[in-house]
């Protein structure tokens, strides 16, 4: 079974509270429960990580080269400005799914521009949380067709 890690950045944590208009009225907790059983029906194994720092970030997606075939990612603010999160996406040689759940390109403009976009195999934005149900199908196929 194909094991997959999903990273959920700085302030993804308080889904359900911050800024509903832009967010989603929906939990933390109950996109990740709609996660894992998504992945599950798709047959795959899926872990969740969270973390406001950077560092922490980095320290995962360095695991996730020996223990994953594939991260989705929603790096928050990080997108915008962490080249320390693009060189570890760089680095670790299996497929990173950008995921954002606003359409970062419809926002602030400091928003548009994404960092880590160019090491990433793609890009999902403005869905909501179906932009992580998306990037977890995606995520299926190319693992599938990379056999």
Known sequence: ???ILVIHG????????REPGVYGSDTFDSINDEILAIAVEKGLHCEIFQSNHEGEIIDQLH????SF???ILNAG???HYSYAIRDAIAAIKIPVIEVHLSNIHARDEFRHTSVIAPVCVGQIAGFGKRSYFLAVEAMKEM?????
Not at 63 to 66: Q, W
Not at 143 to 147: C, G
């Open 143 to 147: 693992l599938e067709d990379a056999k």
């Open 77 to 79: 603010a990080y997108t």
């Open 1 to 3: 079974m194909k094991k």
């Open 69 to 71: 075939d594939g991260v």
């Open 63 to 66: 695991l996730a080269r020996k």
């Open 10 to 17: 700085p302030n993804l944590n308080l889904l359900g509270e």
